[in-house]
């Protein structure tokens, strides 16, 4: 299947044309023009749901509040994109949580490798008490948090080896995602991890300038990853949820009857955005399968080994932060487990 995976000029001029078809209002008519873009590509539930966002958002207001959305990095990596909403250039982002770890630091405890049992500790989590005060401290940093929005379960992929232990990472040369997190503990199992922005992660792959990389299931398919990854591990390392961002500026510049609409229709896109990306989670193994990759299960005794590892960099980064914060974070974890 060719998904139009990649960030081609095609794909950018049809997806403004795309955008333009599917709204009944236009940009000139609006008080309000916010800018949304985004790291995936258009195939991604993560657009599914800035979509849907949009829709509500402009028919709530009667288009006085116009969304315009961008896929494919088009504006930026994650970190570009917050730079431009703190920046007020830029209107709304919807980032992994791990590059938000450079702007505040405790987002670091959210990348701990193994720290949610499953989605829904996370969602219990996130949408309580620990989850409104990483979104409020966002505040200080020019930028509101609106709701958490979810990307899933991190896998390995790669093109050398089949990995199915702890030892198996073993000179990996690993892409990862821009956190400190992750880089110590990529290096813990012995691989070499690079640090790299997501729109340029296909063409490293392809050109080899790492042998692997980890995101969900969702993205190795939807982004066409198996065209240069062979080996799929449902390795389930750790819980990357999105954030919902708004330049602080412009939420501001909002009457507060529009602050209101924006926050709460960030959530509901959320609540379809989480719905769409766990359905296609799920189907996406068989068709990695189907296109030749070969997938390698990870068992929950190696997942144990890997996990017992990388405790150290946990502990080391849970030292560096706010212990205060540190404890009842933990508190909450333990607490949503019970439930
Ligand atoms: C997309 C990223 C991506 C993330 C990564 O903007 O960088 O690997 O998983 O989904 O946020």
Excluded at 65 to 76: F, R
Excluded at 262 to 288: K, P, W
């Amino acid at each position: 299947a060719d998904n139009g995976a990649n960030n081609t000029e095609e794909n950018v001029s049809d997806n403004n044309e795309a955008d333009a078809a599917n709204s009944e209002y236009s940009s000139g008519d609006a008080s309000y023009v916010i800018e949304a873009g985004i790291g995936l590509n258009n195939q991604h539930p993560q657009y599914e749901g800035l979509l849907r966002f949009k829709e509500i958002v402009e028919e709530e207001t009667d288009g006085d509040v116009y969304v315009e959305t961008y896929h494919s990095s088009q504006l930026g990596d994650d970190r570009e994109m917050m730079e431009a909403l703190q920046l007020g250039s830029q209107e709304v982002t919807i980032p992994s949580t791990a590059p938000v770890t450079n702007f505040v630091d405790e987002y670091a405890i959210l990348d701990f490798p193994f720290l949610f049992a499953n989605e829904e500790v996370a969602m219990e989590v996130l949408n309580g008490e620990m989850g409104d005060e990483l979104l409020d401290s966002l505040e200080d940093q020019e930028m509101v948090g609106l709701a958490w929005w979810e990307n899933g379960y991190r896998d390995l992929t790669n093109s050398t080896q089949p990995v199915e232990t702890a030892e198996d990472f073993q000179g990996l040369t690993i892409r990862t995602m821009e956190n400190e997190v992750h880089l110590e503990a990529f290096s813990e199992l012995g691989a070499n991890p690079t640090p790299m922005a997501f729109g340029e992660l296909f063409t490293g792959m392809q050109q080899g300038t790492v042998d692997g990389q980890e995101n969900p299931l969702a993205t190795i398919y939807l982004e066409g990853f198996y065209e240069v990854q062979d080996y799929y591990s449902d390795t389930n390392h750790v819980y990357s949820p999105f954030v919902f961002l708004m330049s602080k500026s412009f939420y501001d510049s909002l009457p507060d009857d529009y602050q209101e609409l924006v926050g709460d229709a960030a959530q509901e896109a959320g609540e379809f955005q989480i719905e769409q990306n766990r359905a296609q989670n799920e189907e996406m193994l068989e068709s990695l399968i189907d296109e030749g990759m070969e997938h390698s299960e990870v068992t929950d005794e190696a997942r144990e080994e890997m996990a017992e590892i990388v405790q150290p960099v946990n502990d080391q980064f849970a030292e560096q932060l706010d212990q205060d914060f540190v404890e009842r974070f933990f508190q909450a974890v333990e607490d949503a487990e019970e439930m």
